[in-house]
């Protein structure tokens, strides 16, 4: 069964950093594209960031360029966001999501309704 399980968030202080990660198990990344997205209380699910399933192209929010940088490592079958000099406004909960899997390069793009397996997400909290 295919599953995704989010980790790393927690409570920072703004300007600070965190690393998320997405653990994949039931089925190998090496063919999914993967996205980040976040839902802060009362707003739509927005798309952070995404990479094909490569590793070859990436995509970011513009609220987040410069920011954050998303990267995977298929050989621990895993996707992972840093993020740096975090905001208060970057306060939500963030989920991974998986599309694919792909037999072809597609490139990601910060659509939700792309992605067909979803994580549980964790929560990212920027306060003082």
């Known amino acids: 069964q295919l599953q995704l399980v989010e980790s790393g968030g927690g409570l920072v202080q703004p300007g600070g950093s965190l690393r998320l990660s997405c653990a994949a198990s039931g089925f190998t990344l090496d063919y999914y594209n993967i996205g980040w997205f976040r839902q802060a209380p009362g707003k739509e699910r927005e798309g952070v960031s995404c990479i094909s399933s490569s590793g070859g192209s990436t995509n970011y929010a513009d609220s987040v360029r410069g920011r954050f940088t998303i990267s995977r490592d298929n050989a621990k079958n895993t996707v992972y966001l840093q993020m740096n000099n975090l905001k208060p406004e970057d306060t939500a909960v963030y989920y991974c999501?998986?599309?694919?899997?792909?037999?072809?390069?597609?490139?990601?793009?910060?659509?939700?309704?792309?992605?067909?397996?979803w994580g549980q997400g964790t929560q990212v909290t920027v306060s003082s």
């Open positions: 999501a998986a599309d694919g899997p792909l037999l072809l390069f597609k490139r990601c793009l910060l659509s939700p309704s792309d992605f067909g397996s």
